[in-house]
Each structure stands twice: as structure tokens, then as C-alpha cells.
């Protein structure tokens, strides 16, 4: 438009730097190994049940043990990122998936296969804490939202890379030895992430909590934050708040509201079957009647529409709201999951199963896989928000081991009475979501807690 007038630092608070950008990517890399060993096994489970003679319960143990170390990794991962520092203890994480890659690639027998899965679940718990801690924390803040989102990007992503990695290693003719391949190959991607972890710099937050405050300021100042003076001062009187309200206790009357929706998102989000159909994903083609290379492929397919939903939502959710895609989602994935079922049932048109289940991960990824987290860091005020996400994102990976552990039962007995189950629970969240859900876009975080009823 002639005339019209850039606002000052327009241009600069929109660029990322060189700098900020490589620090946040080598951060965002968890995320992808985070997506990449999740799913993985998916391509190596059906193998594993050859080799050991797996039962329903050992090959649902198989898949749950890595989901507790997930479980306890996310619990504790605040304690070495405190003591040791975000990139610190990000390195430690890079050598646990290091670790996990060569024990499952190498493993003599089945108990350490496990154990190798469940020092993997220890990396994934830790990096789906420290990662995007670390990426907020060096991030100035007109750049945060995107730079942490990347975050969420490269775990879809990574999912994709494992299904297309078990499709690739599945047409090279390894035969006994493809799914310690498969298995293995993410020691790669893993060495590299620890390796560039030596070339960033550590969080300007933790510094400052060490008392570190020039270090500090020269990391802020690096990054690219136009305001780094006021925005330490900022860091470094939060750090002495923080002191006098770590003692603030989230399971009170107060909170009752705020902990309802971040457990029931929780549980909701692994209730879909989400997780249980990405680790099961090449065992539900098999059972449908697709060869083993052709799931491998269709599972492509299945990653790819989670990537591009995904990106899709990140363009919505600030449009639409996070209630309405809940509620959009809601009914996309039981119809979806309800297709899935009278296949199964009905013992024919197998040939539409995968478009089903590209229909349920694109509404999922529409829906639950974006708002999920987004609105866990809504709904609780500042003095509580660490705990109150902590206790969401406990609640969804205890979902996710429980569930991933019975699905090879309930699908033992019947192909398509899990799916029925997962059909209910989103008719339920499309209940609960539009009787009990507030909508929280537009709302600055004060006025959600005044929304809430927290005084």
C-alpha cells in the first residue's frame, strides 16, 4: 500500500537468526527421535513375535515397557534439567536413545531387547520435557510460538521417517536380521543429535538461575531478542518468584476445574487409539490380509496425512478455536474408527481399510494431536502451570502403556472390538467437550483463570 509505514522492528522481530535458529532445530531434533522411536517397533513387532515366540501379552509388553520408561523419564527429566542444565541434560538424552538404538539392534534375547526399549522410553519422556523447555526458554518472545511448534512438527515427522525407514529396510531383503535394522538405524539420527548438541548454547533462564547473568545476557543478546536487557531483568525476577511459589499445591478445590480438563484431554486423546494404532499399524494390516511390504507402504501413507494435518492445524487452531476443532475431531474420528470396525467385522472391502484410518489420523491430527498440548498450557494459572502439565502429560502416557498393552488382547479376540471402543470414547469427548470445555482463543491467560473461577 503507497504510504504505508513499516512499525518499527517489524522486519527484525519476524527474522530469526542464524544463531536462534540452529540453537532451536538441534533442540527440535528430540522431537523428531521422540516421533522416530515411538513408532518404530510397528514395523518390527510381527518379526520380534517370530524370533521369541511372543504371546498377546509379551508382544503387548514388548511395545508398554518403552512407554514406562516414557512415563518416568517425563517425570524426573526436571530434576537433571535443573541441576545440570537444559542442554546438559538434553546430551543425556541423546545417549539414552543412542543406547536404546545399539541394545535393540544387538539385543541376545528378548529381556534385553526390552530393556533397550525402555532406556528409549527414558530419552522420550526426558526430550518431550526438555525440549521444548529449552526451545522457550532461548526463544524471544514474538518468536516462541513458532520455534516451539517445531517442536510438535518434527515428532509428526519422525513418525513418518520410521514408517517410511521400515518400508525402505523392509525391501532390502535383510530377512532374520531386518528388525534389529529397523530397530537400530535411529542410532544415527541419534549420534548426530548429540554431536550438535556441543554446538549450541545453554538456556539463558537456567543461567541466569545459576547466577550466571552476563552468560545470560549474551545468549539473549545472540539470539536475536531486540529487548534483552528487560527481558533478563524480567528472567531474573522470575527466578526469585518462582522461589516463594514453588510451594503452591495444585490439588486443591481451587483447581478442581482446570485439572478436570487437563486429565480428561489426557485421557480422551490416548482413549482415540491413536497410540495403540501407530504401534500396531503394520499388525492391523496384517490381520486384514496386506503382505508385509504393503503395510510397511500403506503406513507411509497413514505418517504423511498425520504430517499434513498437523501443518494444516497449526494454520487453524488460532482461527477456529481449540473447542471446535475438539468437537470437529470428535466426530471425524468415530466415524472413521467406526468404518475400521465393520470391516473387521464384516470380513470384506479390506481395500477400504487404509482410507479409513487416513480419515481417523487426519481428523486426529486436526483435532486432539494439535490442541492437546496447546491447551494443557491454557487452562492452568502461572503458580501451578508446570504441575498442572506435568500431571496432563503423566495422565497421557500412562494411558498410552495401558492402552498399547491391551490392544493386542482385545484384538486377539476380535479385530474390531477395539476400534468399537475407541468409536464410543469419541462419541463420549464430543459429549463432554461441548457440555464441559471452555473455549480459551482469545483469552489472555489471566482471563482464563478468572473465567475458570481460580481467585
Keep these: 500500500m503507497a504510504g504505508a509505514k ?55 509388553m514388548t511395545v508398554s515397557t518403552a512407554l514406562v520408561g516414557t512415563i518416568l523419564g517425563a517425570m524426573f527429566a526436571g530434576i537433571p534439567g535443573d541441576r545440570y542444565g537444559r542442554r546438559g541434560s538434553l546430551r543425556i538424552t541423546a545417549v539414552l536413545y543412542l543406547l536404546s538404538a545399539l541394545g535393540c539392534a544387538f539385543a541376545f534375547g528378548w529381556y534385553s531387547l526390552v530393556v533397550a526399549r525402555f532406556i528409549g522410553g527414558l530419552g522420550i519422556g526426558a526430550s518431550s520435557v526438555l525440549g521444548p523447555m529449552y526451545i522457550a526458554e532461548i526463544a524471544p518472545p514474538k518468536q516462541r510460538g513458532r520455534l516451539v511448534g517445531a517442536f510438535q512438527f518434527n515428532i509428526v515427522f519422525g513418525i513418518l521417517l520410521a514408517y517410511f525407514s521400515n518400508y525402505l ?31 549450541i548454547p545453554e538456556s539463558p533462564r537456567w543461567l541466569a538461575k545459576q547466577g550466571r547473568v552476563k552468560e545470560a545476557e549474551d545468549v539473549l543478546r545472540c539470539s536475536g531478542d531486540e529487548n534483552y536487557q528487560e527481558d533478563l531483568k524480567e528472567i531474573v525476577a522470575s527466578v526469585d518468584q518462582k522461589r516463594e511459589l514453588v510451594q503452591e499445591t495444585l490439588f486443591s478445590r481451587k483447581y478442581r476445574v482446570p485439572i478436570f480438563l487437563a486429565v480428561s484431554i489426557a485421557m480422551f486423546n490416548q482413549l482415540s487409539g491413536i497410540n495403540a494404532i501407530l504401534y500396531y499399524l503394520n499388525d492391523i494390516f496384517t490381520k486384514a490380509g496386506f503382505t508385509k511390504v504393503s503395510g510397511d507402504l500403506q503406513s507411509v501413507a497413514v505418517g504423511a496425512t498425520n504430517l499434513v494435518f498437523t501443518i494444516v492445524a497449526m494454520t487453524m487452531i488460532d482461527r477456529l478455536g481449540r473447542k471446535k476443532l475438539l468437537l470437529i475431531g470428535s466426530v471425524g474420528t468415530a466415524v472413521a474408527l467406526a468404518g475400521v470396525a465393520a470391516i473387521f467385522f464384516a470380513g470384506t472391502h479390506q481395500e477400504l481399510l487404509v482410507w479409513c484410518l487416513v480419515v481417523f489420523i487426519a481428523f486426529f491430527a486436526f483435532s486432539q494431536g494439535a490442541v492437546i498440548w496447546v491447551y494443557l498450557s491454557e487452562v492452568f494459572p502461572t503458580r501451578v502451570r508446570a504441575k498442572g502439565q506435568s500431571l496432563g502429560s503423566l495422565t497421557h502416557w500412562i494411558m498410552a502403556a495401558l492402552l498399547s498393552f491391551l490392544f493386542p488382547l482385545l484384538a486377539a479376540t476380535s479385530g474390531g472390538a477395539p476400534f468399537v471402543f475407541f468409536a464410543a470414547m469419541m462419541v463420549v469427548q464430543f459429549l463432554v467437550v461441548l457440555f464441559f470445555y471452555p473455549e480459551t482463543k482469545g483469552y489472555s491467560l489471566e482471563e482464563m483463570q478468572k473465567k475458570l473461577g481460580i481467585s
Design 169 to 199: 529396510i523392509g525391501t532390502f531383503g535383510f530377512g532374520d536380521l531386518e528388525w534389529r535394522w529397523k530397530l537400530g538405524v535411529s542410532g544415527i539420527p541419534a549420534a548426530l543429535f548429540l554431536v550438535m548438541l556441543f554446538a
Design 6 to 60: 513499516v512499525a518499527p522492528g517489524l522486519v527484525t522481530s519476524m527474522t530469526i537468526n542464524g544463531y536462534l535458529a540452529k540453537s532451536s532445530l538441534v533442540a527440535a531434533l528430540g522431537g523428531l527421535l521422540f516421533g522416530f522411536d515411538t513408532v518404530v517397533i510397528s514395523g518390527a513387532i510381527a518379526a520380534l513375535q517370530l524370533q521369541y515366540g511372543l504371546s498377546d501379552i509379551a508382544k503387548g
